[in-house]
């Protein structure tokens, strides 16, 4: 069972980008490990709890749709770097852990062990933010995060480049 609970965050792309840009995201908006830390406890904490709601059968409505949203949230805030005040950024990653937590609550399989399930993905998620955390470290403190050689922020870039990319011609953003 607790194998079953490693590789379930893994097999889907959405709890894989999510479980990596909340660390990836810490880390590049706090200037040392000790300070980036409190946003994946965060998210670990509430997964947690989450999960527990739904072996309990708790259901939120639109769980599907608010784990989307985190995607989309969390891709905005790692493009943009915006730093968030420490209670912030533990309110907003512990509130859409609460959705991830109870998808993953409710798709325990039903002839096994919650706490060997619960272990795994819990230390699957540990493992992604982690990852997620050396990788902003070291995107920072190598300058690769840089957009161009003009200083450009990153969100203009991929705006320009996605104006030249549109099948429908070149959409006009500005």
């Known amino acids: 069972m607790f194998s079953m609970g490693v590789i379930h965050p893994l097999t889907g792309l959405d709890h894989l980008f999510a479980m990596f840009a909340v660390g990836l995201w810490a880390a590049l908006t706090h200037r040392s490990v000790r300070e980036a830390i409190w946003t994946p406890l965060s998210f670990l904490c509430w997964l947690l709890i989450g999960a527990l ?16 949203a985190s995607l989309f949230v969390l891709g905005l805030l790692v493009i943009s770097r915006i730093s968030l005040p ?3 950024s533990v309110v907003l990653v512990g509130f859409f852990a609460v959705f991830h937590g109870i998808a993953h609550g409710s798709e325990l ?13 819990m230390l699957t998620t540990l493992i992604l933010h ?14 690769v995060w ?16 996605s104006r030249s990319c549109c099948i429908f011609g070149p959409i006009d953003l500005y």
Do not use: Y
């Open 109 to 121: 399989p039903v002839d096994g062990s919650a706490a060997a399930f619960f272990g795994g993905f």
């Open 86 to 88: 420490r209670w912030a």
């Open 146 to 161: 840089q957009a161009d050689q003009t200083n450009m922020p990153m969100a203009r870039v991929l705006i320009d480049n």
């Open 53 to 68: 709601l739904g072996v309990m059968g708790v259901s939120l409505p639109a769980i599907e749709p608010m784990i989307l």
């Open 130 to 143: 982690v990852i997620g955390l050396a990788t902003g470290f070291k995107l920072k403190n190598h300058n």
